[in-house]
């Protein structure tokens, strides 16, 4: 594992990588992966999350009015969209359409700004109950639907953990404006249920970092389960000094996976390693605050050649807000207090039917029935 170091950088580098983001996005709220490339609603997403993190709250909303304007009737976004709302790639995918919820919630937890809860929750509630009808028997998500409405054949470990986090989060968004959605919280226990106990209905991705380490970033495992899991792979994907592979065969170190192992590591508690890694994943950073998105060693080229993109300076800005709680929404994947779900198939009760009544009340929020929940793929 790594030694531990207390180096940490702070505020201070986020300010620069904010302004990379927002030089990128366009007029009409989209935030591509760098000018003139491509966007999928995920990625568009987390940069709109870094954006709310570093106080850019206007050019935050317009990207949420972005998502407003091309979701379809049915609730959902296709993959890639280039500028002036083209489709690049029509297929849905289910995880891209959850992972609104996610950044709604976020953006609450930053502001307070009950006005917008109210004004994206249609938003979040279609696509949620969009995503919700494409769970298999097993509990899993299915990865992807054509635009005909075929479905895909089978469930993604990462998508599916992805889609359990933004599970929780529309479901916190539903407590906090009074609504219920017991059919939420029964699909987030069955997707939980799923990831925890590897129902079988996922395909097999096993050299991807993401299928590593997302069922930890998410809260989908007990703290010992989560820990071994880490552990378990932890010299398959990590370049000591450098970062965490993409791919577990391939010397391609990504500030991405790299900044969300991180989260994952502050959520089983390794602080100290956490921000070493993050340390290392700094080698990316431009002068202007952009990141390169992969560097391959040892011959340190770039790939893809050249780039760097807003989702990996949106990763990185998220993850020094986890490490350094640069905003009120620092605590959002590691402080264990989103709702659960209900799991109908666990073994013990009742800790592991936890829905969002049974959540505890802070101070700040007791005098507004509002629940304690703080703040890729």
Request: with cysteine; aromatic share 10%; proline share 6%.
């Amino acid at each position: 594992m790594i030694t531990p170091s207390r180096a940490v950088v702070g505020g201070c580098l986020i300010a620069e990588t904010i302004e990379s983001i927002r030089a990128v996005q366009l007029q009409d709220g989209m935030i591509p992966w760098f000018a003139g490339g491509h966007t999928d609603p995920w990625n568009h997403v987390e940069a709109a999350m870094a954006l709310t993190v570093g106080g850019a709250l206007q050019d935050a909303g317009r990207a949420y009015e972005w998502l407003r304007a091309t979701q379809r009737p049915d609730g959902s976004w296709h993959t890639y969209y280039l500028a002036n709302g083209q489709v690049e790639e029509p297929r849905i995918d289910t995880n891209v359409c959850a992972y609104v919820a996610t950044g709604v919630w976020h953006y609450f937890l930053v502001t307070r700004d009950s006005g917008f809860l109210e004004d994206l929750w249609p938003s979040v509630e279609r696509a949620i109950d969009f995503v919700v009808n494409w769970q298999r028997p097993g509990g899993e998500l299915v990865w992807s639907v054509d635009p005909d409405g075929t479905p895909g054949s089978y469930g993604l470990l990462t998508g599916s953990s992805s889609a359990y986090f933004s599970l929780r989060c529309a479901i916190a968004c539903a407590f906090q404006l009074g609504r219920e959605h017991p059919d939420w919280e029964l699909a987030a226990g069955r997707l939980r249920h799923a990831i925890a106990h590897n129902g079988g209905g996922f395909a097999s991705k096993d050299e991807f970092a993401m299928d590593w380490y997302y069922p930890v970033l998410v809260g989908a495992l007990d703290p010992d389960t989560a820990s071994a899991r880490i552990e378990e792979r932890w010299s398959e994907f990590v370049i000591e000094q450098r970062g965490v592979r993409c791919v577990s065969d391939r010397p391609w170190v990504t500030a991405a996976e790299t900044a969300e192992c991180t989260i994952a590591l502050v959520a089983v508690g390794r602080r100290d390693e956490a921000a070493t890694l993050l340390g290392w994943a700094r080698q990316h950073r431009w002068p202007d605050g952009s990141y390169t998105t992969g560097i391959v060693y040892p011959g340190q080229s770039t790939y893809p050649p050249g780039e760097r993109s807003s989702y990996t300076a949106a990763a990185m800005v998220l993850a020094e807000d986890c490490l350094h709680t640069l905003s009120p929404a620092a605590q959002l994947f590691v402080d264990g207090s989103l709702p659960c779900g209900l799991d109908l198939d666990a073994e013990s009760e009742p800790e592991s039917r936890l829905s969002t009544r049974r959540l505890p009340v802070c101070a700040e929020c007791s005098s507004s029935n509002s629940p304690e929940l703080s703040a890729r793929s």
